[in-house]
């Protein structure tokens, strides 16, 4: 759950909110921009070549410190630092206090916005860029914030339905990110009211309805040996590890031809399990000789489907899970 910084210092309501979000064992976390564009304190410092930090002294950092201390967030996701050098923001002594001495140090995170020159570089998890999507593993823990709409991180009144991703483009998406081990942030423009439109409401809700079938493939999920699958393209891997055993997961974005898929990453044994979740009848299944493994996906009637969209297919025993 991230809020607008430059919301809550006149409200004790994301106090509230905070609260409320952590009684459902959620992490709290907290948005801010470090500039504003049209403060008269900061033009004045960008006129001055960011060689005087008035609008850093006098509003960035005491408001950063009062959040800190007020909110006691579990993410402080950084933005607005693209034209000046974190030197300019303090972002070293204020990162410093918050991992050493603040109330939060032991359980805070945070992302890589506090200078033009840190971005991608530093910082508790990378964003890189807006809808940073690598397509492979990256060393560090990383991050895909993305929008719903293709075009705005915001409400627009004139946007088509074709500006809106898809549930399909939205689960591919989410899947890569996951299965190269990112994290996803997934961005709604609320309008002027607060509500929110109705073809956010049905993106979020097939993806509730996706993920309460599948979560066990993304819910406390790790990168495996291969992401995405060398045959089947379609096909992108999770793993994970639930009482030392080792669960693989094949999630199939396209539905596969004749009901058969062939897989080039695992390599099974006499004792490989596979199940789709959602319907848990194990499926059959032959090696391949060179490596791999055909799945045969029997009849499924449309009201035994468990989902509409990426089929998840579960592999345990694997000698290479």
């Known amino acids: 759950m991230l809020l607008n910084g430059r919301m809550f210092l006149k409200t004790q309501a994301p106090s509230q909110l905070g609260a409320a979000v952590r009684e459902k064992d959620l992490k709290f976390g907290l948005y801010h921009s470090l500039y504003e564009w049209f403060h008269p304190l900061y033009l004045r410092d960008k006129r001055n070549n960011f060689q005087t930090q008035d609008f850093v002294r006098a509003k960035t950092?005491?408001?950063?410190?009062?959040?800190?201390?007020?909110?006691?967030?579990?993410?402080?996701?950084?933005?607005?630092?693209?034209?000046?050098?974190?030197?300019?923001?303090?972002?070293?002594?204020?990162?410093?206090?918050?991992?050493?001495?603040?109330?939060?140090?032991?359980?805070?995170?945070?992302?890589?916005?506090?200078?033009?020159?840190?971005?991608?570089?530093?910082?508790?998890?990378?964003?890189?860029?807006?809808?940073?999507?690598?397509?492979?593993?990256?060393?560090?823990?990383?991050?895909?914030?993305?929008?719903?709409?293709?075009?705005?991180?915001?409400?627009?009144?004139?946007a088509n339905l074709k500006d809106y991703l898809t549930i399909e483009k939205l689960l591919l998406t989410m899947v890569e990110t996951i299965s190269c081990g990112g994290n996803i942030l997934i961005n709604i423009g609320p309008a002027h009211d607060g509500t929110i439109s109705a073809v956010y409401l049905e993106r979020l809700s097939q993806m509730g309805e996706w993920l309460k079938v599948n979560g066990e493939a993304i819910y406390f999920s790790v990168p495996w040996n291969f992401q995405n699958d060398h045959v089947n393209q379609h096909v992108w891997y999770t793993k994970r590890v639930i009482d030392d055993q080792a669960s693989v997961y094949a999630i199939a974005l396209k539905w596969p031809h004749n009901n058969k898929l062939q897989l080039a990453g695992p390599i099974t044994a006499d004792i490989t399990n596979v199940t789709m979740i959602g319907y848990n009848t194990p499926m059959k299944w032959t090696a391949d000789p060179s490596g791999g493994i055909h799945i045969d996906i029997p009849f499924i009637s449309y009201k035994d489907m468990p989902c509409k969209w990426a089929w998840v297919f579960k592999m345990t025993g694997l000698t290479n899970s």
């Not at 410190?65 to 034209?83: A, T």
């Not at 206090?97 to 200078?115: C, H, I």
């Not at 690598?134 to 993305?146: A, S, V």
């Open 61 to 158: 950092m005491p408001e950063l410190y009062e959040l800190v201390n007020v909110y006691k967030p579990d993410i402080i996701w950084s933005d607005g630092e693209w034209e000046a050098e974190d030197t300019y923001w303090n972002s070293t002594e204020f990162i410093a206090w918050l991992y050493n001495d603040s109330p939060v140090k032991d359980t805070v995170v945070t992302n890589d916005r506090w200078g033009k020159s840190v971005r991608c570089k530093h910082g508790g998890f990378l964003g890189c860029n807006d809808r940073y999507n690598p397509g492979i593993l990256q060393k560090r823990k990383w991050e895909n914030c993305m929008t719903i709409d293709k075009k705005s991180w915001g409400f627009r009144r004139e």
